[in-house]
């Protein structure tokens, strides 16, 4: 495991660019693409706190169950399952499918993956936070099962909550600050 500070800028930049042209397409009227770039800055977070830590994975599923992410990916789990569908019927099957709610929804947690104070230092997981918090979303993929998904579900966002106040109280960033751009944080 190496980190990849570099990667995780880059990331975390395009997950806040993400943000804002969300924000833009929807004013414009088109919840479709709002929806979409919402989505995908939701990845873009994620992927940016995996590369901090030195993980790269493919699949969506696991990319949101990383133990480290902000705790709105564990208490907006069914809404970001909802986003993800609409995502792929916007981008693949039909237009105007997406309400102007849902993108509004999809807005707002993306907004809130981008809590700053997540990205600050904090040693990188192991493997055990890794077997837990991948068991948690929906207990298929993790060694944990299905038998261990509710209390992996609660330890995670402990684990989470306690990441979040130690981020806070440490000075200094593991990720240099991201300029602003758009309509972002």
Do not use: C
């Not at 990188?124 to 060694?143: C, E, N, Q």
Request: charged content about 20%; hydrophobic content about 45%.
């Amino acid at each position: 495991m190496t980190a990849d500070r570099e990667a995780a800028r880059r990331r975390l930049e395009l997950a806040d660019l993400n943000v804002g042209r969300a924000t833009q397409a929807q004013k414009a009227g088109d919840q479709d693409a709002a929806l979409i770039y919402a989505e995908q800055a939701l990845i873009n977070a994620a992927g940016a706190l995996l590369a901090r830590d030195g993980w790269s994975v493919s699949l969506h599923v696991v990319r949101f169950s990383y133990p480290p992410l902000p705790p709105v990916y564990a208490s907006e789990r069914g809404l970001i399952d909802q986003i993800r569908s609409a995502r792929n019927t916007a981008q693949y099957d039909a237009r105007d499918r997406v309400s102007a709610g849902l993108a509004a929804d999809a807005i707002r947690v993306a907004e809130r993956a981008l809590l700053r104070e997540v990205f600050l230092g904090r040693p990188s997981v192991t493997r055990i936070d890794l077997a837990v918090g991948f068991g948690m979303y929906g207990g298929l993929y993790g060694p944990l099962g299905i038998a261990a998904t509710v209390g992996a579900q609660v330890l995670l966002q402990t684990v989470q909550s306690l990441a979040v106040d130690a981020a806070i109280s440490q000075s200094s960033p593991v990720a240099p600050a991201v300029p602003q751009s758009g309509g972002g944080k």
